[in-house]
């Protein structure tokens, strides 16, 4: 028979995970973080290949590391430079999803006084998810060329998974696509293999409750607006 309590739990961790853009410096014992990649490494996978592998970053390594990925996403020729090995978004927008895309843009923008004029603010907002948004830990996940598209839907339940169990520690997450583009940066710098391939970041901590961004709440469409009930 199902508990309510339980029930209770695991919605309240699903539900309050949000994409938290502002850390306070609170260490996240070691302990807790192993734990966490523990109860998510019990994500499912086809065939139980478990295709994930994880970086955890944190003090004078998060520091080097952040740097480095900072001084190449400050160079002015940046995009000629870096780019992505695998599109995240769409090479064309299309609503729903683009109207979607400029409203929680400009919803952040908007609390945090940022114009659309002001192009310097916003590359320096965008600059602090290459400091993990000032979170204690920065994770980056990898996965090896050879899986193929399956896998990534593998390492998406994963994904989740960590940051379900961070919600229930009283912890905070933000999920990273944005260091993507920084693979050939990465690799040097974590020693990845040529068979590796950057999938995406996370910072990981307490959230600051004072900060502005934090604020910010995305909204999701009703059930009745996605799902088709056939009997």
């Keep these: ?48 290949t478990q295709p994930w592998k ?40 299309v609503d729903p999803y683009l109207a979607r895309r400029r409203k929680v843009g400009w919803d952040l923008y908007s609390l945090l006084d940022i114009r659309r004029e002001d192009k310097s603010r916003m590359h320096e907002q965008h600059a602090r ?3 993990f948004f000032d979170a204690p830990v920065g994770l980056i996940f990898t996965i090896d060329r050879i899986m193929e598209q399956g896998s990534w839907l593998d390492y998406g339940m994963f994904l989740q998974s960590i940051m379900v169990a961070a919600r229930a520690r009283g912890l905070d997450t933000c999920p990273q696509a944005a260091f993507t583009q920084f693979h050939r940066i990465i690799k040097e710098h974590l020693k990845l293999t040529d068979e590796e391939m950057v999938v995406c970041g996370m910072s990981l901590g307490f959230a600051d409750p004072d900060a502005t961004a934090n604020q910010l709440m995305t909204e999701r469409e009703p059930v009745g607006q996605f799902a088709r009930f056939l009997s």
């Design 1 to 48: 028979m199902s508990n309510p309590d339980e029930a209770a739990c695991v919605d309240r961790a699903i539900t309050t995970r949000r994409s938290v853009r502002a850390f306070l410096d609170t260490p996240v014992p070691r302990q807790t973080i192993e734990d966490i990649l523990a109860v998510a490494s019990r994500a499912p996978s086809g065939t139980n």
């Design 54 to 93: 994880v970086y955890v970053l944190s003090g004078d390594a998060k520091v080097r590391f952040c740097t480095d990925v900072l001084t190449a996403y400050d160079d002015p020729e940046r995009d000629a430079k870096y780019r992505e090995e695998y599109p995240y978004y769409p090479r064309e927008w």
């Design 129 to 131: 998810n290459f400091r």
